[in-house]
């Protein structure tokens, strides 16, 4: 096989590219997950909720503003084939100046902080993302940007259950989870629940769930099935598009499965808000 | 939509109740975790706020940069518990109304009754909807915090609802407990 080259600028230039995108524009599935919910919701005021935020969606679209005001935490997925070669420089820094250019350049706010539990200085230019690279085969590269909204990540849940306990302790967990959030992460949310693995790694595959197209099944049958009975269960709670009441408080739940030890059964819950803001090129 | 002129008198506050949508005109400033702190700092050392508090409206916001030739970037709420620590203290300074997003703590809630102000939600997370309700924006202080720091602005029509009036109700309680449904999947 031989060694594809790619040049850090066509990197740099992609998540500048991207991080604008990510924040102009709201996927397809986002917008019709969303017009979907407008036509199940009960709550007169849920449903205006609902058009307000596609109003929203078309202003920032025409006007190139950010659909929200929190721009984020600029998470990057990366899935590196084997057979590329990076020329230029070294990978993190292209996308780092990717991410500088594009708040800077994009009129997006910036929300990183250094120091967080002193100082909390701005870093200017919301860098460092946080970056998790994948090496996949091939000679090709994926790169996916997903702004993270700080309300909705503060609502991040983990617990480390036994093997005593199973399926019911965990919908009993997710609902709690989204239950005692309420308001706060910005419903209609979008719930990522990971299962398995290590406490790491249970939390990464909640992130990684919320990059599935919305609404989408999961292609093991039985996390499937958990996922529409957990979509009924935080349905019920009553929440409703932003907390006002309503029979739509999550748009869908994704659940994402990896086995674990003997002695584990990790369960992670990311919620994203409404806002949900992901471009993806692949190079 | 019935309008309200910020700054708010008591009669104004009193005349809203939980569940209106209300669209506020007039000069409300914005503030969020670190200017909050200040702010709360300064009146523990007995120092002037950086503006006259009394009947104004507080906007937990920080907005996005304004492209060239515009007033504001996007400038939607943020989650108004985190101010919870600090809001009793501004309340019994004059503050009458606040708008963000997300529930209060018990303790605001019962400020909010005793002082008689009222808090507000405006919709998270549609923030270039609600920068077209802003016709001017000046930082006022702590210029340094970017985001963060205190802005004036000039308001018409910005679309909020009530969620907690002077009489105790909160929508976020009445409208969950409406749509709530018992379910017991096994």
Redesign the interface.
């Known amino acids: 096989m031989p060694i594809r080259e790619i040049h850090t600028d066509e990197i740099t230039g992609a998540v500048d590219e991207l991080c604008q995108q990510a924040n102009y524009y709201l996927q397809d599935d986002v917008l019709a997950a969303l017009k979907k919910a407008r036509g199940k919701e009960?709550?007169p005021?849920g449903q205006q909720?609902l058009t307000?935020?596609m109003?929203?969606?078309d202003?920032?679209a025409v006007?190139?503003?950010?659909?929200?005001?929190?721009?984020g935490t600029v998470l990057i997925f990366v899935e590196l084939g084997q057979d590329v070669h990076i020329t230029g420089g070294d990978l993190n820094s292209a996308i780092e100046e990717g991410v500088r250019r594009g708040y800077t350049d994009g009129?997006?706010?910036?929300?990183m902080v250094h120091a967080p539990f002193s100082s909390?200085t701005?870093t200017?230019d919301n860098t460092p993302p946080v970056i998790y690279t994948d090496i996949v085969a091939g000679d090709k590269m994926a790169i996916t940007v997903v702004p993270k909204?700080?309300?909705s990540e503060?609502m991040t849940r983990f617990v480390a259950l036994t093997p005593a306990q199973g399926r019911?302790d965990i919908?009993d967990f997710v609902v709690d989870a989204v239950d005692k959030a309420?308001?706060?992460p910005?419903p209609p949310i979008i719930v990522g629940v990971g299962i398995g693995g290590t406490a790491d790694k249970a939390m990464l595959l909640s992130k990684k769930a919320l990059l599935r197209s919305l609404g989408s099944a999961s292609g093991d049958s039985d996390a499937a099935e958990l996922e529409r009975?957990l979509l009924?269960?935080i349905n019920?709670?009553?929440?409703?598009p932003?907390?006002?009441?309503?029979?739509i408080t999550a748009l869908a739940v994704h659940v994402e499965v990896f086995p674990a030890h003997i002695a584990s059964l990790p369960v992670a819950v990311t919620l994203q808000?409404?806002?949900c803001r992901h471009a993806k090129i692949v190079l | 939509m019935r309008t309200i002129e910020a700054p708010l008198d008591d009669k104004v506050v009193g005349s809203l109740r939980t569940g209106d949508e209300v669209a506020v005109s007039g000069v409300i400033y914005t503030a969020r975790d670190t200017a909050h702190k200040r702010m709360v700092q300064a009146l523990d050392k007995g120092e002037p706020l950086p503006f006259d508090i009394r009947g104004q409206i507080l906007y937990y916001m920080g907005p996005a940069p304004a492209r060239p030739g515009r007033v504001i970037g996007s400038a939607g709420p943020t989650t108004s518990g985190r101010m919870d620590v600090y809001t009793p203290q501004l309340l019994e300074a004059g503050l009458k109304g606040m708008i963000g997003k997300g529930g209060r703590s018990d303790e605001v809630k019962r400020a909010i009754k005793n002082y008689k102000a009222v808090y507000l939600a405006a919709i998270g997370g549609a923030g270039a909807l609600i920068a077209q309700s802003i016709k001017s924006a000046r930082v006022i202080a702590y210029d340094e915090l970017g985001a963060e720091a205190v802005r004036k602005l000039e308001v018409v029509d910005l679309p909020v609802i009530v969620i907690n009036d002077i009489y105790g109700g909160d929508l976020y309680h009445e409208g969950r407990a409406k749509y709530r449904r018992p379910m017991h999947l096994t």
Do not use: F, W
Request: glycine letters at 16%; proline letters at 2%.
């Open positions: 009960q709550s005021l909720v307000k935020i109003e929203n969606a202003i920032a006007k190139q503003m950010p659909l929200c005001q929190d721009c009129y997006l706010r910036k929300s909390r701005n200017e909204g700080g309300g503060n019911q919908i309420g308001s706060s910005c009975d009924a269960e019920a709670l009553g929440i409703g932003q907390g006002l009441g309503g029979t808000c409404h806002s």
